[in-house]
């Protein structure tokens, strides 16, 4: 076996692994979550995270 046929072989099992890789990502990742109702959003909203950054004043 010459070398470089060790070059070619691990060139062709590194493509064929970040193929691999690609492929398995694609796969895994999620669709966007979908847009909820704008009341929901505003009644689920985490106010209680905004007491350093903005000053909530109550009528």
Do not use: W
């Amino acid at each position: 076996m010459g070398l470089e046929t060790v070059i070619v072989s691990a060139i062709a099992g590194a493509c064929t692994l970040s193929f691999a890789a690609s492929v398995y990502l694609v796969y895994r990742a999620r669709p966007q979550p979908e847009t909820g109702d704008l009341e929901d959003l505003i009644q689920n909203a985490p106010y209680h995270r905004l007491h350093n950054v903005l000053k909530i004043k109550s009528s």
